[in-house]
């Protein structure tokens, strides 16, 4: 069975520091994993995903993740936040189920809050 | 770059009124998912379709709740007969394929029961 933890409801950074998002995953086969972005009253925007080829992530506005097996992390970083990056956070695992289709289940979310 | 479009983007409806939410997926995809988000909570997963038939379900997606793919690009969500605790964000998503797990959102319809 698949799960996944976000280890921190609300990340608060300053604009131009580092950004550090957790994530937990549980899961019995390999698998993908991905972060979506929701702006305020906005949908769900892709920014990265893992599948099972290079473990660290490039994706979009200079965001990435490092798929780590042994820690069973797949945290999202940024060098340098910026004002933008003001949103909700979502971590996503998808593994294959027992008839081969995929129900990619969230996270709970964090928060990212970039001050001045 | 293609989207997946919904409608309506504001639905506001009275209790026990049905509700049909429409979702048009990006043309080639071949899986098509519902997701819904009560405000302040976590996306919750109701319902996927593929090949035409539902091919998993959510204890949330209870008889109140049904899908259709009515004429090969709408995919439509119907709600029976709203409740208040029905008021949320609904996602429709639709993925490429099976292998490609990457779900393609779009802009959501914020539903609010009075």
């Known amino acids: 069975a698949q799960s996944v933890t976000q280890l921190d409801s609300h990340v608060s950074v300053s604009e131009g520091t580092p950004v550090l998002l957790r994530c937990n995953y549980s899961?019995?086969?390999?698998?993908?994993l991905f972060w979506y972005v929701q702006h305020p009253n906005k949908g769900l925007q892709l920014l990265l995903k893992?599948?099972?080829?290079?473990?660290l992530v490039k994706g979009i506005n200079g965001f990435e993740a490092e798929f780590k097996k042994s820690e069973t992390s797949f945290h999202l970083t940024k060098p340098s936040a910026h004002m933008s990056d003001a949103a909700e956070y979502f971590c996503?695992?998808?593994?294959?189920?027992?008839?081969?289709?995929?129900?990619?289940?969230f996270g709970r979310g964090t928060s990212l809050i970039v001050h001045p | 770059e293609p989207e997946v479009t919904q409608t309506p983007s504001h639905q506001v409806t009275q209790m026990g009124q049905e509700v049909i939410l429409r979702c048009v997926p990006i043309?080639?995809?071949?899986?098509f998912y519902w997701y819904r988000q009560i405000l302040g909570q976590k996306v919750e997963f109701l319902v996927s379709?593929?090949?035409?038939?539902?091919?998993?379900k959510s204890e949330i997606f209870d008889d109140q709740f049904s899908v259709e793919r009515p004429d090969g690009s709408n995919f439509t969500l119907k709600i029976r007969s709203t409740k208040l605790e029905d008021s949320a964000m609904y996602f429709c998503?639709?993925?490429?394929?099976?292998?490609?797990?990457?779900?393609?959102f779009g802009n959501g319809t914020r539903l609010t029961v009075t």
């Open positions: 998503a639709s993925s490429v394929s099976g292998r490609d797990r990457t779900l393609h």
């Open positions: 899961s019995s086969y390999s698998p993908s």
């Open positions: 893992y599948t099972s080829a290079a473990t």
């Open positions: 996503v695992v998808s593994e294959p189920l027992s008839g081969g289709s995929y129900i990619p289940t």
């Open positions: 043309s080639n995809h071949l899986y």
């Open positions: 379709f593929y090949n035409n038939e539902i091919s998993e």
